[in-house]
């Protein structure tokens, strides 16, 4: 699926790049969970607006950080899976994988099509406008799947950050290292 374009062999490590995306990514996502949770909860209309504009801008961040890598990903690929990785273990990481980039890409239009179809004007950044509310259908439609592809988000992190765990603790195979270490590694 996502085969680099240089070569045919595996790197040895993630690009550079890549590892700071991740991370960037995974630290904007969690603080945009974070912040949408207090749609829920009871707040002042105003404070419910910046809210749902603050969600918006770092969406949108995060759309342009998982465009850079689909396009990086594209281009360097990945390292292969340790040697004498179980079959399960192998298609469970692949699956997993595949799940990240659809689910985020599946959030990320949902978010934007909710956004388009708010009923209150939503502004990315403090500098855009957008948000009209004239299909509450599609909005609510969108906002259900918004919803659904966040809570199966968070499913997927919870089993990526323990199976990172037990490579880390328990196989010591070294998978952990090539996302935690920022320098490229040794050829």
Known sequence: MFKPMSSQTPPVDFAVSQKIIHWLMAFLIMVDLIVAQKFGG???L????????????VGLVVLGLFLLRLYLRRRHGAPA?????SHWQAMLAKL?????YLLIGLLLLSGLATGLEAD??????GVFTFGNGMNDGF????????????LMLGALIAL????????LFILRDGVMRRMARFWA???
């Open 46 to 57: 105003a404070d419910r607006a910046q809210s749902r504009s603050d969600h918006a801008s």
């Open 120 to 125: 209150s004007p939503i502004r990315p950044f």
């Open 160 to 167: 990526h950050i323990l199976a990172g765990f037990w490579h």
């Open 81 to 85: 899976l340790p040697e004498g990785m």
């Open 96 to 100: 997993t994988h595949i799940g990240f």
């Open 139 to 150: 909005f609510a439609l969108n906002r259900r799947i918004h919803h659904a592809a966040t």
């Open 185 to 187: 590694s040794e050829k």
């Open 42 to 44: 009871a707040m002042e």
